[in-house]
């Protein structure tokens, strides 16, 4: 069981938003930074968010970060259906002094 | 661009040692801006991160790993290794390589992996 806790699976039509929560604790989301991936089958991992609301270059705007306090949301808007995969937030604990993932998320665009 | 590839051996017998090879190209592993990880994704489950090792040598791995795991960097070399000893069929798993910048412009841990390796299957079998 991951200390960062993801729903697994979201379902959403095309064109629809959808969030995307992780939530955590005081020694890691709660005064550390998080990160959020996108893994398409069969690929590996690639970073979508940094930083809570950072977006690198490449990545549309369709993709938002936000965090409240323990929690984190992944924003997606205008859904496609080449946006199913699985979806990771990540974030450093200070406690235990490792990088923890949360258990991922399925998005299943319907 | 940096690029990542993981390389080593896709088959391991159980109680021996894996061990693995990250080589970066186009970028020095000397940076002082980033680490070094390595994570992992057992069949059909999510990632796990196994550890981060700096160019200087600092290494931090998951608790859950941390008594059979060592990390090494070799900045001549430009690649990083890591070795898990006795496994177990619990081991099996994809083995991605990542960089992992150490801080966002200032502020708290940041670390966001990018880029990461295409991944390598490690199977655990006799």
């Known amino acids: 069981q991951s200390v960062l806790t993801q729903p697994p699976s979201v379902p959403a039509a095309p064109g629809q938003k959808v969030t995307i929560s992780c939530s955590g604790g005081p020694f890691n989301i709660g005064n550390n930074y998080v990160s959020w991936y996108q893994q398409l089958p069969g690929a590996a991992p690639k970073l979508l968010i940094y930083?809570?609301?950072e977006r690198p270059s490449g990545i549309p705007d369709r993709f938002s970060g936000s965090k409240s306090g323990t929690s984190a949301t992944l924003g997606i808007t205008g859904l496609q259906t080449g946006d199913e995969a699985d979806y990771y937030c990540g974030a450093w604990d200070s406690s235990l002094t490792a990088f923890l993932f949360g258990g991922g998320t399925r998005l299943t665009v319907l | 661009q940096v690029q990542l590839q993981e390389s080593g051996p896709g088959l391991v017998k159980p109680s021996q040692t894996l061990a693995l090879t990250c080589t970066v190209s186009?970028?020095?592993?000397?940076?002082?801006?980033?680490?070094w990880t390595w994570i992992r994704q057992l069949p059909g489950k999510g990632l796990e991160w196994i550890g981060l090792?700096?160019?200087?040598?600092?290494?931090n791995y998951n608790p859950s790993l941390r008594s059979r795991v060592t990390m090494s960097l070799d900045a001549s070399e430009n690649h990083f290794s890591l070795r898990l000893t006795s496994v177990t069929a619990a081991d099996t798993a994809i083995y991605f390589c990542?960089?992992?910048?150490?801080?966002?412009?200032?502020?708290?841990?940041?670390?966001?992996?990018?880029?990461w390796g295409q991944g390598t299957l490690v199977t655990v079998s006799s």
């Open positions: 990542a960089r992992a910048e150490s801080f966002c412009g200032g502020g708290p841990p940041c670390l966001p992996h990018d880029p």
């Open positions: 090792i700096s160019y200087r040598g600092r290494t």
């Open positions: 930083a809570d609301n």
């Open positions: 186009g970028g020095s592993i000397s940076s002082g801006d980033y680490y």
